[in-house]
């Protein structure tokens, strides 16, 4: 018998677009694997009063269990209700789903929103595939999130090493074939923490806001993801690096260009990389500095507080989704 994500306290994805896209804002898509990020994820986004989207990876689910995920979602839920700022929209959603079956485990299992990525295979077959998890999404009202253009990253262990980037004149027939409710588009971003093969002090080229405006034109009002939206966020890397730590030439997505991306079209920004790195920086700093410690209340908390400030700083300053609950 399938879970309702209703029941959970969950909404889908559908009305946080439509909010985003009409109040130029984006809506934050932080991934979780563990309760210190889902903690951080929750607090920043009721203090700042921001609808959020709480991802989780296929490989969050094989790592902690994916019953225990969707059951910490639905604690997260009933965490907020308790909170004096009071709760705002939460969608659980499934990031880059890679097949049908996952999707419906999801579907099945309480998810209020999946993300079926089909952008490694041939356009006919990511159509097919996409309408299909949406035909079977959308009996039980959860949003689908389709992708087309190949971002260099996690999709690349799919495909290709390098990037392609949307092409604008295909979006429009794959929205129609689909009956998606979002689309992930390539335009530059890709995932991870070393996104550009810069040398110091150059700058990263610029994210291809040309594509994004063509694909604005042809499907006007229609909601587009950004993913690979880490900025990489370079008072941690020092950190990690002072402490220890070996991350050469690690560069994002300039704080800008996304906080542009997201007055237009895009109303969801995929963010993983700066948790992973503050929560490794301030890690880091506190073993170097208490070698003796080891409770990791004391290491993970630490961690933790910042992570809610990393991203209370970006609803406010990047995604523009701060004060609209
Ligand atoms: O886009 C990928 C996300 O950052 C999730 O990464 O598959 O290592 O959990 P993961
Ligand atoms: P980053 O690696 O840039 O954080 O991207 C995360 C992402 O796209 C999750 O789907
Ligand atoms: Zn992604």
Known sequence: MPVSYKELGFVNTKEMFAKAMQGGYAVPAYNFNNMEQLQAIITACVRSRSPV?????????????????RWMGKGAIEMMKEMKEGPVPVALHLDHGDSFELCKSCIDSGFSSVMIDGSHLPYEENASLTKKVVE?????????????????????????????????????????????????????TSHGAYKFKVKPGESVPPLRFDILEQVEKRIPGFPIVLHGASSVLQDYIKMINQYGGK????????????????????????????????????????????????????????????LVKMYISKNETVLGSAGRY
């Open 53 to 69: 989207i709480l991802q989780v990876s296929k490989g969050a689910r094989d790592y902690a269990n994916s019953t225990l995920l």
């Open 136 to 188: 079977y999404a959308h009996q039980y009202d959860v949003t689908v999130e389709g992708e087309l253009g190949v971002l260099a990253g996690i999709e690349d262990e799919v495909q290709a090493e390098h990037s392609h980037y949307t092409d604008p004149a295909q979006v429009e027939d794959f929205v129609k074939k689909t009956g998606v409710d979002s689309l992930a588009i390539s335009i530059g």
């Open 247 to 306: 991350m050469d030439n690690a560069v994002g997505i300039p704080e800008e260009q996304l906080r542009k991306a997201a007055k237009s079209a895009v109303c969801k920004i995929n963010i993983d990389s700066d948790g992973r790195l503050v929560m490794t920086a301030i890690i880091r700093k506190i073993f170097s500095e208490k070698p003796s410690e080891f409770d990791p209340r004391k290491y993970l908390g630490p961690a933790r507080e910042e």
